[in-house]
Every structure is written in structure tokens, then in C-alpha cells.
């Protein structure tokens, strides 16, 4: 049994926590993450807990429609996550700048460099209301400035009073 609430709600404990897991490659990080989330379901045992909590994933694998323009993605994921609104505008508008997508938003994500696609599943992760985010080597094949920008965006979310575990 891997019982989510012993790390995961050390985590909840202290909000505004960012918890970092490290490892070789093919050591389970990955596959946690996933667990965790509820992506994968364990072959044996139980993964439970202590009460409900909102998680956001941002995966390793980009997660976008690349036929869209990036405004479409978003919006598409603001839908599917349920958000409406004064919500869904302020959670879009602080999403895109948090990633510097303002210019992108009629591109079509397909179009978009490796970094911007990068930024734009991250954006996508960020629309999801949650009190924990789960990043999954988010900021994998980027540049040191695209990097930074994702690296603030982790710090602000921290600063109000989310938590996050990052591979």
C-alpha cells in the first residue's frame, strides 16, 4: 500500500511548500506522479488519502491539441476543468502571463518553438483549480529564460500558498 497522506499531506501541512523528487532515470518518479494523480491505477495495494484534495498534473508528455491556436487550447482546458466566469478569465489571464504567451495566442501550438510548446503545457496544467500541482519535469528542453519564467511561476504559486511536488 503506498499511502498518499504521509508525503503528500506533509505537504498540505505546511501550504506554500514545494516538494522536490529526486532520482535516477527509470527510478519511478514518473510513475509515482502518476499514481498519485490517479492517471495510473496500482496493480496491488491501495493508494488513499486523508480526505479530498485537488490535484493539478502537469505532465512530462505535452497534453495540448496542436491543430489549435494556443487561445483555443486554453480555452478548451478551461472548459473541460470547469471553469466559468470571473474565474475562468482571471485564471486565464494569469496563466498567460505567467508563461509570456501574450503574443502567442493565435499561433497554432503546432507552429509554436519546443520551449513555447513547453510553456503552453504548463500554462494548461496551471488552469486547473488545485491545492497541489504535480510537475513532471515541467521544464525539461527549455532554455535557461524560458526556464526561469516556469521557475517563478512555481515560486509564485508557492508564495500563494499552494504546494507542488516537482521531478
Same mark, same amino acid.
Given at each position: !500500500? ?10 498540505y ?5 514545494c ?14 506522479l502518476? =499514481?498519485l494523480?490517479?492517471v495510473?491505477?496500482p ?18 508528455? =505535452?497534453?495540448?491539441?496542436a491543430?489549435?491556436k ?21 485564471? =486565464? ?5 505567467? !508563461? ?11 507552429? =509554436? ?20 500541482y504535480?510537475?513532471?519535469e515541467?521544464?525539461?528542453?527549455v ?7 516556469l ?6 504559486? !508557492? ?9
Amino acid at each position: !500500500t503506498l499511502d498518499r497522506s504521509s508525503a503528500a499531506s506533509d505537504v498540505y501541512k505546511r501550504q506554500g511548500q514545494c516538494l522536490g523528487l529526486l532520482g535516477s532515470n527509470g527510478a519511478g518518479k514518473t510513475t509515482l506522479l502518476s =499514481l498519485l494523480s490517479g492517471v495510473l491505477q496500482p496493480l496491488d495495494g491501495l493508494i488513499v488519502w486523508q480526505g479530498e484534495r485537488r490535484l493539478g498534473l502537469v505532465p512530462q508528455q =505535452l497534453a495540448f491539441y496542436a491543430g489549435l491556436k494556443v487561445k483555443e487550447n486554453l480555452a478548451l482546458f478551461s472548459d473541460l476543468y470547469g471553469l466559468r466566469g470571473i474565474e475562468r478569465r482571471q485564471r =486565464l489571464e494569469r496563466c498567460i502571463a505567467s !508563461t509570456s504567451l501574450e503574443d502567442k495566442l493565435e499561433r497554432r501550438a503546432e507552429r =509554436l518553438s519546443g520551449g513555447e510548446q513547453r510553456r503552453l503545457n504548463f500554462a494548461i496544467g496551471l488552469l486547473q483549480p488545485a491545492e497541489l500541482y504535480l510537475f513532471d519535469e515541467a521544464t525539461v528542453g527549455v532554455d535557461a529564460a524560458s526556464r526561469q519564467l516556469l521557475l517563478d511561476a512555481v515560486q509564485q504559486l !508557492t508564495a500563494d500558498g499552494l504546494s507542488l511536488i516537482h521531478i
